[in-house]
Protein backbone atom coordinates (compact mmCIF):
# COMPACT_ATOMS: atom_id res chain seq x y z
CA UNK A 1 0.00 0.00 0.00
CA UNK A 2 1.51 3.31 -0.80
CA UNK A 3 0.04 5.01 2.22
CA UNK A 4 0.78 1.91 4.82
CA UNK A 5 2.35 5.01 7.17
CA UNK A 6 -0.64 6.70 6.91
CA UNK A 7 -3.25 4.35 7.28
CA UNK A 8 -1.13 2.56 10.58
CA UNK A 9 -0.59 6.00 11.63
CA UNK A 10 -4.86 6.65 11.17
CA UNK A 11 -5.50 3.42 12.80
CA UNK A 12 -3.16 3.57 15.62
CA UNK A 13 -4.42 7.81 16.56
CA UNK A 14 -8.29 6.15 16.50
CA UNK A 15 -7.81 3.42 18.47
CA UNK A 16 -5.92 5.75 21.34
CA UNK A 17 -8.57 8.48 20.94
CA UNK A 18 -11.86 6.56 19.67
CA UNK A 19 -13.68 9.30 18.26
CA UNK A 20 -12.08 12.64 16.18
CA UNK A 21 -13.26 14.84 13.81
CA UNK A 22 -12.58 14.09 10.34
CA UNK A 23 -10.88 17.97 10.27
CA UNK A 24 -8.83 16.36 13.08
CA UNK A 25 -7.80 13.84 11.06
CA UNK A 26 -6.82 15.81 7.75
CA UNK A 27 -4.76 18.53 9.66
CA UNK A 28 -2.92 15.21 11.14
CA UNK A 29 -1.27 14.54 7.09
CA UNK A 30 -1.55 18.22 5.85
CA UNK A 31 -0.82 17.67 1.91
CA UNK A 32 -1.94 14.56 2.00
CA UNK A 33 -5.78 14.81 1.95
CA UNK A 34 -6.84 12.72 -0.33
CA UNK A 35 -4.91 9.78 0.11
CA UNK A 36 -6.07 9.92 3.76
CA UNK A 37 -9.71 10.23 2.38
CA UNK A 38 -9.28 7.34 0.48
CA UNK A 39 -7.99 5.14 3.26
CA UNK A 40 -11.14 6.41 5.42
CA UNK A 41 -13.28 5.32 2.74
CA UNK A 42 -11.65 2.23 2.20
CA UNK A 43 -11.61 1.66 6.11
CA UNK A 44 -15.37 2.13 5.99
CA UNK A 45 -16.07 -0.18 3.66
CA UNK A 46 -14.13 -3.18 5.37
CA UNK A 47 -16.26 -2.00 8.87
CA UNK A 48 -13.06 -0.94 10.72
CA UNK A 49 -14.43 2.98 10.80
CA UNK A 50 -17.34 4.78 11.39
CA UNK A 51 -17.86 7.97 9.28
CA UNK A 52 -20.57 9.77 10.67
CA UNK A 53 -21.23 12.70 7.75
CA UNK A 54 -23.89 15.03 9.64
CA UNK A 55 -21.89 15.58 12.89
CA UNK A 56 -17.96 14.98 10.67
CA UNK A 57 -17.34 12.39 13.40
CA UNK A 58 -14.65 9.23 12.79
CA UNK A 59 -14.57 6.40 14.84
CA UNK A 60 -13.09 3.49 15.62
CA UNK A 61 -15.06 -0.11 14.55
CA UNK A 62 -18.14 -0.48 12.93
CA UNK A 63 -20.54 1.09 14.95
CA UNK A 64 -20.33 5.41 15.88
CA UNK A 65 -18.84 6.01 19.67
CA UNK A 66 -22.43 6.02 21.35
CA UNK A 67 -21.11 8.76 23.70
CA UNK A 68 -18.42 10.46 21.83
CA UNK A 69 -15.84 12.35 24.45
CA UNK A 70 -16.18 15.32 22.92
CA UNK A 71 -13.76 17.00 25.83
CA UNK A 72 -11.39 14.71 23.94
CA UNK A 73 -11.80 15.60 20.75
CA UNK A 74 -11.49 19.35 21.90
CA UNK A 75 -8.00 18.48 23.79
CA UNK A 76 -7.18 17.10 20.52
CA UNK A 77 -7.39 20.47 18.40
CA UNK A 78 -4.70 21.88 20.96
CA UNK A 79 -2.73 18.97 20.55
CA UNK A 80 -2.27 19.37 16.94
CA UNK A 81 -0.93 22.51 17.48
CA UNK A 82 2.14 20.75 18.75
CA UNK A 83 1.87 17.66 17.15
CA UNK A 84 5.34 18.35 14.88
CA UNK A 85 7.15 18.80 18.12
CA UNK A 86 5.43 15.68 20.09
CA UNK A 87 7.47 12.65 19.98
CA UNK A 88 4.58 10.29 22.04
CA UNK A 89 1.16 11.67 22.98
CA UNK A 90 -1.45 9.68 24.42
CA UNK A 91 -4.70 10.05 26.81
CA UNK A 92 -4.15 10.50 30.24
CA UNK A 93 -5.18 9.94 34.32
CA UNK A 94 -8.20 11.96 34.75
CA UNK A 95 -8.57 15.09 35.06
CA UNK A 96 -5.42 15.00 32.21
CA UNK A 97 -7.30 14.51 28.74
CA UNK A 98 -3.63 13.82 26.59
CA UNK A 99 -0.10 14.04 27.25
CA UNK A 100 2.86 14.12 25.32
CA UNK A 101 6.23 14.75 25.45
CA UNK A 102 8.21 17.52 23.18
CA UNK A 103 10.99 16.50 20.81
CA UNK A 104 12.99 19.32 23.39
CA UNK A 105 12.03 16.15 26.38
CA UNK A 106 9.43 18.32 28.15
CA UNK A 107 5.93 16.55 29.23
CA UNK A 108 3.24 18.90 28.56
CA UNK A 109 -0.57 17.48 29.81
CA UNK A 110 -3.69 18.90 27.95
CA UNK A 111 -6.49 19.88 30.49
CA UNK A 112 -10.13 20.74 29.66
CA UNK A 113 -11.83 22.34 32.44
CA UNK A 114 -15.63 23.08 31.40
CA UNK A 115 -17.43 26.13 33.00
CA UNK A 116 -17.77 25.32 36.91
CA UNK A 117 -15.82 23.07 37.10
CA UNK A 118 -12.89 24.64 38.18
CA UNK A 119 -13.10 23.43 41.83
CA UNK A 120 -13.14 20.14 41.20
CA UNK A 121 -10.53 20.19 38.69
CA UNK A 122 -8.29 22.09 40.86
CA UNK A 123 -8.86 19.95 43.54
CA UNK A 124 -8.10 16.47 41.57
CA UNK A 125 -4.81 18.35 40.71
CA UNK A 126 -3.26 19.45 44.12
CA UNK A 127 -2.61 16.17 45.00
CA UNK A 128 -0.05 15.90 41.68
CA UNK A 129 1.47 19.66 42.42
CA UNK A 130 5.11 18.22 42.74
CA UNK A 131 4.81 16.01 39.21
CA UNK A 132 7.03 17.41 36.56
CA UNK A 133 5.03 18.69 33.62
CA UNK A 134 3.98 21.76 31.91
CA UNK A 135 -0.07 21.81 31.37
CA UNK A 136 -2.16 23.71 28.86
CA UNK A 137 -5.99 24.60 30.14
CA UNK A 138 -8.62 24.53 28.41
CA UNK A 139 -11.57 26.99 29.59
CA UNK A 140 -14.69 28.00 28.28
CA UNK A 141 -13.71 31.50 28.35
CA UNK A 142 -11.17 34.19 29.69
CA UNK A 143 -13.48 34.37 32.72
CA UNK A 144 -12.53 30.94 34.44
CA UNK A 145 -9.02 31.99 34.10
CA UNK A 146 -9.10 33.62 37.62
CA UNK A 147 -10.65 30.78 39.17
CA UNK A 148 -8.17 27.94 38.53
CA UNK A 149 -5.25 27.40 40.81
CA UNK A 150 -3.12 24.78 39.44
CA UNK A 151 0.68 24.29 39.62
CA UNK A 152 2.69 24.11 36.15
CA UNK A 153 0.07 25.96 34.06
CA UNK A 154 2.03 27.21 30.51
CA UNK A 155 -0.76 28.32 28.91
CA UNK A 156 -4.78 28.85 28.80
CA UNK A 157 -6.82 28.38 25.93
CA UNK A 158 -9.80 28.09 24.49
CA UNK A 159 -10.87 25.98 21.26
CA UNK A 160 -13.27 27.19 18.71
CA UNK A 161 -16.01 25.02 17.12
CA UNK A 162 -14.15 25.35 14.21
CA UNK A 163 -10.97 23.97 15.67
CA UNK A 164 -8.81 27.38 16.18
CA UNK A 165 -7.19 27.42 19.35
CA UNK A 166 -6.62 31.06 20.99
CA UNK A 167 -3.97 30.78 23.95
CA UNK A 168 -3.75 33.41 27.16
CA UNK A 169 -1.51 33.81 29.79
CA UNK A 170 -2.30 33.43 33.63
CA UNK A 171 -3.45 37.16 33.89
CA UNK A 172 -6.26 36.88 30.87
CA UNK A 173 -4.27 38.13 27.85
Not at 106 to 113: A, L, R, S
Amino acid sequence: MIYANEALTLIKTLSLYKTLDERQVFKLFPGKESAVQSIITGYVKQKRLTYDAYSGLISMGSEMEPNPDFSLITSFWVLLDFIHRAVYHSTGEYPVKICFFSVEGDYYEIINVPPENEVIINHALSSRADEPGRRIIIVGGKKQISNIHINGVVSFCTVAGDGKVNYFKKGGS
